[in-house]
């Protein structure tokens, strides 16, 4: 028996995680598009709109950046690597697997990382 097998249960959280992910990048891709410079706003409307529109593309990168998490996390599950740490190759504490499945480190090595 591999050492994922006991860790299934995260699989559904991470595929519903992955799903959201997706979701949120369909549904904000208009808005992290540039600000045209002939949109009919005055001075002040154009720069909160350049300002939202970078709060929005932040969102977006770290919406990414938890899509390439989840995902990596779901192959290892499949790897049957799932619940070790990447660097050490310890288990990875059950509590932090239930606060954040697609931990790919324990507590110890994502300090160093």
């Known amino acids: 028996m591999s050492k994922s097998k006991g860790f299934e249960r995260y699989r559904r959280p991470l595929e519903e995680s992955l799903v959201e992910i997706e979701q949120y990048l369909q549904k904000t891709e ?31 990168r770290r919406k990414k950046m938890q899509k390439v998490a989840v995902q990596s996390a779901l192959q290892r599950m499949d790897n049957g690597q799932f619940g070790c740490c990447i660097f050490c190759g310890n ?12 931990s790919s480190s324990c ?3 994502s300090a160093f990382s």
């Open 107 to 109: 507590v110890n090595c």
């Open 91 to 102: 288990l990875i504490p059950e509590e932090r697997l239930e606060v954040a499945p697609e």
């Open 30 to 60: 208009e808005s992290a598009e540039a600000v045209s410079p002939d949109r009919g706003l005055g001075r002040l409307s154009r720069m909160e709109a350049m300002q939202d529109q970078q709060l929005i593309l932040e969102a977006r």
